[in-house]
Nanobody, 115 residues
Framework: QVQLVESGGGLVQPGGSLRLSCAASGIIFSTHSMGWFRQAPGKQRDLVAAISPDFTTHVEDSVKGRFTVSRDNAKNTVYLLMNSLKPEDTAVYYC?????????WGQGTQVTVSS
């Protein structure tokens, strides 16, 4: 079955950096678009960034210039590099992909930006 496992979250001070990883299994990773979403308490889950099989990337305006999405097909892993973190980036970050069989989510990793 499809599994997405995120890692790399934690507590970081404002202005700091984190790199999230999402390891995928159960899919032909190189043929799937991968996305990062986040959900803050009491808010909806929103797209942050995505990367297509041909390595085309999309980053939401709210994080553009600070966040970078990348993938390593040899490791079946997608990354989210987050720089210049702000308190409003605090959320649970989720990895996502979809296929003809449905949509798949990871369990999420908590990112807390606080001094």
């Amino acid at each position: 079955q499809v599994q997405l496992v995120e890692s790399g979250g934690g507590l970081v001070q404002p202005g700091g950096s984190l790199r999230l990883s999402c390891a995928a299994s159960g899919i032909i990773f190189s043929t799937h678009s991968m996305g990062w979403f986040r959900q803050a308490p009491g808010k909806q889950r929103d797209l942050v960034a995505a990367i297509s099989p041909d390595f085309t990337t999309h980053v939401e305006d709210s994080v553009k210039g600070r966040f970078t999405v990348s993938r390593d097909n040899a490791k079946n892993t997608v990354y989210l590099l987050m720089n210049s973190l702000k308190p409003e980036d605090t959320a649970v970050y989720y990895c996502h992909t979809k296929s003809i069989n449905g949509a798949y989510w990871g369990q999420g990793t908590q990112v807390t930006v606080s001094s």
